[in-house]
C-alpha cells in the first residue's frame, strides 16, 4: 500500500509481473522487476505513493499443476492465461476502491517482461509499460534453437506443423493495434541477454509508429542487470516514465 494510505481514496498502481517462467513462484523470485534483486524497490513504489502489486499466475504451479497441462495440452497456450490471472487481480482492486483504473503501469522483468510485452498489445487497459529484457515472440526462437523441440509435444507440434499455435501469443501479431507507452530496458545476449533474435527490437520498430516508445540497450549487461550505474539508470528511467503517465 502507499506509504500514506488513506482508506476511500483511489491511488495509482503498479503491477509488477514476475519473472522465472514455469514453476517460479513468488517465494523463489521475491525481488523486483528492475533490479531483480530485492524487494525494496517496491518500497521506493510506495514511499512515492503508488500501490504495488505483484501477482501470481498460473504458469509458475501456485495453482498446481492441472491448471497448467489443461492450458498446455488443450490450449497449446500459458500466456493468455496468466493475462488473465493478472488482469482479474487488477480488476479486484479497482473494485475494492483502492486504485484508479485511469492509472496503471506495468512492469515485468524477463517471463514477466514476455507477458508485459504481450498486454502492450492487446490491452487498452494500462498507461505504461517497463519491459526488461523479455522477449516478444516464440515462433522465430522456436526456429533456431535445437532444444526447443522439446515444447513441440506441448505446442501441437513443429512451427511448420502448426504455426499458428506459435504465432497466437506473438506480441508482434498484435502490435497494430498496440495504445500503450512502452519503455524496453534490453541487454546484451553475448552476455546473456534472453533475446538473441531480437524479437523486441522488432516490437520495438513496429511500435513507434503510433505510440510513444523508447528501446534503450544496455552492452555491458546481461539478462539481470548488475552494474551499478546501469541499475540506477534503468530504475531512474522507468519511475520517470510510469510518472510521466500515471502522475496527471
Known sequence: ????????????????????????????????????????????????????????????????????????????????????????GVDYLIAQGIVDERRLAIIGHSAGARRANLLTTISHQYQAIVSHEGWADDYIPATNKPHFTMFYPEMGGSPWEVPENYLKDSALMYAHDATTPTLFLMGNPRLGGVDPYSTVSSLYNLLRKQVVTEYIYYPDEGHAFTKFENKKDSFERAIQWIDRALKK
Do not use: C
Not at 50 to 58: G, H, T
Not at 69 to 76: E, F, V
Not at 77 to 83: E, N, Q, R, S, Y
Open 1 to 88: 500500500m502507499p506509504q500514506n494510505f488513506k482508506r476511500g481514496k483511489r491511488y495509482p498502481l503498479v503491477i509488477d509481473i514476475h519473472g522465472g517462467g514455469r514453476s517460479a513462484t513468488l517465494q523463489l523470485r521475491f525481488g523486483g522487476g528492475l533490479l531483480s534483486t530485492t524487494p525494496l524497490e517496491w518500497q521506493v513504489w510506495t514511499a512515492k505513493n503508488y500501490a504495488v502489486f505483484v501477482p501470481e499466475f498460473r504458469s509458475s504451479g501456485s495453482f498446481g499443476s492441472l491448471a497448467i497441462t489443461r492450458d498446455l495440452l488443450k490450449n497449446h497456450d500459458l500466456l493468455f492465461g496468466d493475462l488473465r490471472d493478472i488482469n482479474s
